[in-house]
T-cell receptor
Framework: KAGVTQTPRYLIKTRGQQVTLSCSPI?????VSWYQQTPGQGLQFLFE???????NKGNFPGRFSGRQFSNSRSEMNVSTLELGDSALYLC????????????FGPGTRLTVL | GENVEQHPSTLSVQEGDSAVIKCTYS??????FPWYKQELGKRPQLIID?????GEKKDQRIAVTLNKTAKHFSLHITETQPEDSAVYFC????????????FGTGTKLQVIP
């Protein structure tokens, strides 16, 4: 099976802009989670989607949002970018729950200037 | 919410020695504890996990122990090899899909040949 893929791999944006990141899960996986990884804060949970519904959300402002499509592909959007949003954004897919084995994608490196 | 503390933040061992990384968690509802290995520039990969109905789990040179009463769990790597050098993350989650998975801050393991 193909692994989790994320596009784009690298992005450079300026403050105030918005960005959309995409994640394609492993075939058959219905749970998609998003994480932010930074040197200072480590790995932090953003949100999880299952069957096109956001099932859980981490402690991030409303500028961070996402959605999931009927084929389980997911997108996350960050509006009004801030310098502090510079990070590696990882998505992970699993069969049904985050407590099933999660497989991570390669990540999207976002740089906000 | 859940809080996961991980120690040490860095660990250097000689090749062939053992390495131990410890994590404590705060929420007694957590019942799933995965460990991830992240090599430089790569995605996190699950290396072993344990559920709260088990006290110990082993997979070749890697083992994890869980003490539910004390709310701590540990990763043990025996006969370390240079390819074990990476950052290791512990995490705590709750089976049922409705808790935010929480990660430890990571341990950078260096295995010296």
């Amino acid at each position: 099976k193909a692994g989790v893929t994320q596009t784009p791999r690298y992005l450079i944006k300026t403050r105030g802009q918005q960005v959309t990141l995409s994640c394609s899960p492993i075939s058959g996986h219905r749970s998609v989670s998003w994480y932010q990884q930074t040197p200072g804060q480590g790995l932090q949970f953003l949100f999880e989607y299952f069957s096109e519904t956001q099932r859980n959300k981490g402690n991030f402002p409303g500028r961070f949002s996402g959605r999931q499509f009927s084929n389980s592909r997911s997108e996350m959007n960050v509006s009004t970018l801030e310098l502090g949003d510079s990070a590696l954004y990882l998505c992970a897919s699993s069969l049904e729950f985050t407590t099933d084995t999660q497989y991570f994608g390669p990540g999207t490196r976002l740089t906000v200037l | 919410g859940e809080n996961v503390e991980q120690h040490p933040s860095t660990l250097s061992v000689q090749e062939g020695d053992s390495a131990v990384i410890k994590c404590t968690y705060s929420d007694s509802a957590s019942n799933y504890f995965p460990w991830y290995k992240q090599e430089l520039g790569k995605r996190p990969q699950l290396i072993i996990d344990i559920r709260s109905n088990v006290g110990e789990k082993k997979d070749q040179r890697i083992a994890v122990t869980l003490n539910k009463t004390a709310k701590h769990f540990s990763l043990h790597i025996t006969e370390t090899q240079p390819e074990d050098s990476a950052v290791y993350f512990c995490a705590a989650d709750y089976s049922g899909g409705y808790q935010k998975v929480t990660f430890g801050t990571g341990t950078k393991l260096q295995v010296i040949p």
